[in-house]
């Protein structure tokens, strides 16, 4: 059974940091590509970050140089470092393998509040 499984989520103050982790398992991890992506109340699902099997990473404009995109094969895990945090921030943090591989994590909801 291939599953994601995000952990790290919680509230936190505006400038704040939080490290979201997605533990992988049923799938060959090296060879997939991997996101994540967050859906704030009330909004579509946004793409967040993007990581290459070989380790390349694309951001969004709206993340670009807060947020890190990082990955361990030998773990199975991908993580997001979310620095300098702010309200708008606030969303449900998914994580997606990308391909070959398909799926969709459950999420973990980050709450950054003063």
């Known amino acids: 059974q291939v599953q994601l499984v995000e952990s790290g989520g919680g509230l936190v103050q505006p400038g704040g940091s939080l490290r979201l982790s997605c533990a992988a398992s049923?799938?060959?991890?090296?060879?997939?590509?991997m996101a994540w992506y967050r859906q704030a109340p009330g909004k579509q699902r946004e793409w967040v970050a993007h990581?290459?099997?070989?380790?390349?990473?694309t951001y969004a404009d709206s993340v670009k140089g807060r947020f890190t995109i990082s990955r361990d094969n030998a773990k199975n895990t991908v993580w997001l470092q979310m620095d300098s945090l702010k309200p708008e921030d606030t969303a449900i943090y998914y994580c997606?393998?990308?391909?070959?591989?398909?799926?969709w994590g459950q999420g973990t909801q980050v709450t950054v509040s003063s």
């Open positions: 997606k393998s990308m391909g070959p591989t398909f799926v």
């Open positions: 049923g799938l060959i991890f090296r060879v997939n590509s």
């Open positions: 990581i290459t099997s070989g380790g390349t990473t």
